[in-house]
Nanobody
Framework: QVQLVESGGGLVQAGGSLRLSCAASGRTFSSHAMGWFRQAPGKERELVAAINWSGGSRYHADSVKGRFTISRDNAKNTMYLQMNSLKPEDTAVYYC?????????????????WGQGTQVTVSS
């Protein structure tokens, strides 16, 4: 099992930027694919971005492509989500998650460890 702690959320104006971090401890971080998810009030949790064990393969949802970038630093046991050109519709609780696989995973059900989430609020 891995413990995940998100940080970096907050309130930002539309067009602004934030960088989320996900610090991992426990089982070997570098062996597992990771993902960022978000959940807005009244909506289902959705995948925002995912990355494989090495960082060499990445996925970004169409809604954030060109604005958000997922990355990881295995030496620091940390994953990041750089969010630029933020929009009010990006407002949500953002969660990081770890899967039991090495390759990029798009299915929420394949992620078995989750952080507590960090709130991102984008004002118009």
């Amino acid at each position: 099992q891995v413990q995940l702690v998100e940080s970096g959320g907050g309130l930002v104006q539309a067009g602004g930027s934030l960088r989320l971090s996900c610090a991992a401890s426990g089982r070997t971080f570098s062996s597992h694919a990771m993902g960022w998810f978000r959940q807005a009030p009244g909506k289902e949790r959705e995948l925002v971005a995912a990355i494989n064990w090495s960082g060499g393969s990445r996925y970004h949802a169409d809604s954030v492509k060109g604005r958000f970038t997922i990355s990881r630093d295995n030496a620091k046991n940390t994953m990041y989500l750089q969010m630029n050109s933020l929009k009010p519709e990006d407002t949500a609780v953002y969660y990081c998650a770890s899967s039991g696989y090495t390759m990029v995973q798009l299915d929420l059900l394949l992620y078995n460890d989750w952080g507590q989430g960090t709130q991102v609020t984008v004002s118009s």
